[in-house]
């Protein structure tokens, strides 16, 4: 998904227009190296899908971007794109067998062509 902000967004002489967050690249890595960062600054919650400091760690991690990045950037610009992260995360966890079968189906699909 693509955010428009609403006003250009400075950050290290760079200025953004948008920031394309692509949930697609959540894999494995993503979510242990925001775990690994959680558990490094002592922060480790045991519900960590719905720490709001885990969400701006994935976030982080599939735009390729630094935590500076999004810790200067407005507040109402980052509760909704973090949000969008964590709520992805949170339903994520509550999949329905059904759609785990569709998911893995069309993982060995991919891994097929």
């Known amino acids: 998904m693509k955010f428009v902000f609403a006003e250009p967004y400075e950050f290290e002489g760079k200025t953004y227009k948008e920031l394309e ?3 697609k690249k959540i894999d494995g890595s993503v979510i242990f190296a925001a775990e690994r960062e959680m558990r490094d600054s002592g922060s480790l919650t045991p519900l960590t899908t719905f720490n709001f400091r885990f969400s701006c760690l994935v976030l982080g991690q599939i735009c390729g971007q630094p935590d500076e990045f999004f810790m200067k950037m407005p507040g ?3 509760i909704a794109i973090a949000s969008y ?3 992805f995360l949170n339903n994520s966890a509550s999949v329905s067998p059904l759609s ?5 189906r069309i993982f060995r699909m ?3 062509s």
């Open 21 to 23: 967050v692509d949930l």
């Open 76 to 78: 109402p610009v980052l």
């Open 85 to 87: 992260v964590q709520n």
């Open 100 to 104: 785990l079968h569709d998911a893995l």
């Open 110 to 112: 991919g891994r097929n």
